[in-house]
């Protein structure tokens, strides 16, 4: 066997595939012909691959692979909601969750192992940042997600409509791999997704949110979470470099593109109590959000083990909620779903190799705190 890795078509878009083909003397049409195989029959297996010649199957199988994640867990929750731990080397695992409900289904997706942010009240922030994902590790997460669920009984809960870029990570830290994860998505020969049933969420990285309009166009989520400066400082710390005015007028350039085909930002707002929740907070936010065509998605805050936050009661969340809608906006509440099985919004943690010592410098920083022991296993 030659010493050369194989290429793994995950990795490859349509573009990247037609090239793959043609450098090895190949018509271009072989690519939509694989990319079938792989993203909509879940074909792994080159002989499988039933309209290529088997003198192409067998060069394909001596270069080439279709190697997506690899399943550790595979958990549901009461409510239907499941969640994949996924193996993508040999210390990281990253988290996918499915939400079914009765008109779409729903796939959360990650972007990274761990986060290199660090928002106070996100529990995969506390487990640091070991590295991006690559574009077969995040279009593989779809594609492992869809073979699993073909065991599903009944076919309205099992099909992928939606993709959400709301799982580990900050996706546009990420920006390559997931704009080309993007492109496989709404392919066609792919997953035939349209723009508008593709989310990407960020916590607010202006010059990338900018490079998104012009090259890719999916529904924007902004995780904005407090209506000033000060407070958003403190739970979203990349604000200290992208303020909310910077923020909010690349929202509004974001809109106002030609394509227009998203006409809104939706603004996440996690409620916590005691902390961002006051009517006043309320009143801040409607006034911040004037001019800039927004619906607003209110996210009841999901605890997890060490956090000092506590989520804002129900009435502190109608009240904030009411406040929203007299004032115009579009507002929903999310409801919490997969929280049995740890699969809700702010509690994937996957499995990270911190590198960036984050969790030492916590440890380091509590008061009395024992030296960092070294972890013998
Ligand atoms: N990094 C991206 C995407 C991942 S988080 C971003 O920040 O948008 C997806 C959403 O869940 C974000 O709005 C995030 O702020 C929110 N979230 C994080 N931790 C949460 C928690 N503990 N409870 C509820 N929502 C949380």
């Known amino acids: 066997m030659s010493a050369t890795a194989k290429t793994n078509l995950l990795n490859l878009d349509r573009a990247n595939l037609e090239d793959f083909f043609r450098s090895h003397g190949e018509k271009p049409f072989r690519a939509t012909q694989v990319l079938k195989w792989m993203h909509q029959g879940g074909v792994s297996d080159f002989d499988a691959m039933t309209n290529l010649s088997k003198e192409l199957r067998q060069r394909l199988t001596e270069i080439a692979e ?4 690899e399943i550790v867990s595979d958990h549901t929750a009461p409510d239907g909601t499941r969640k994949w731990l996924l193996r993508v080397d040999s210390v990281n ?18 972007s990274q192992v761990g986060c290199a942010l660090d928002c106070a009240f996100c529990s995969t922030a506390q487990q640091g940042f070991n590295r991006n994902l690559s574009v077969s590790e995040i279009i593989g997460q779809v594609w492992v997600a869809k073979r699993a669920l073909s065991d599903t009984k009944f076919e309205r809960d099992r099909a992928i409509t939606n993709v959400v870029l709301m799982g ?3 996706p546009l830290a990420n920006f390559d791999n ?23 969420s960020t916590s607010g990285i202006v010059p990338a949110i900018d490079r998104l309009r012009e090259q890719c166009d999916v529904a924007l989520a902004v995780s904005l979470h407090a209506p000033n400066d000060v407070l958003r400082d403190e739970l979203v710390p990349i604000n200290k470099k992208y303020p909310i005015r910077e923020l909010l007028d690349a929202c ?20 916590l109590q005691g902390v961002n929740d006051s009517p006043e907070h309320a009143r801040d936010l409607a006034r911040l959000l004037r001019g800039v065509p927004s619906k607003i998605n209110l996210i009841p ?6 956090t000092r936050f506590v989520r804002s009661d129900d009435a502190a969340i109608a009240r904030f909620r009411d406040i929203l809608m007299n004032a115009g906006y579009v507002t ?6 997969g929280d049995a099985i740890d ?3 702010g509690q994937l943690a996957g499995r990270v190799t911190d590198r960036t010592k984050r969790v030492l410098r916590r440890v380091n920083t509590l008061p009395d705190s024992p030296e960092p022991q070294a972890c013998n296993g």
């Open 343 to 345: 699969a809700a919004c």
């Open 93 to 110: 695992c990253v988290e996918t969750v499915f939400i079914p409900e009765d008109d779409r289904g729903t796939l959360c997706v990650s």
């Open 301 to 306: 805050f999901n605890p997890f083990p060490q």
């Open 66 to 69: 279709v190697r997506a994640p």
């Open 252 to 271: 509004r350039r974001y809109v106002d593109r030609e394509s227009r085909s998203n006409d809104r930002i939706t603004f996440e707002y996690v409620m």
């Open 332 to 337: 929903i509440t999310r409801r919490t779903r």
């Open 168 to 170: 580990m990570g900050e």
């Open 178 to 200: 997931v704009v080309q994860a993007i492109g496989v998505m709404k392919d066609d020969f792919a997953y035939g997704l349209s723009k508008r049933r593709i989310t990407l």
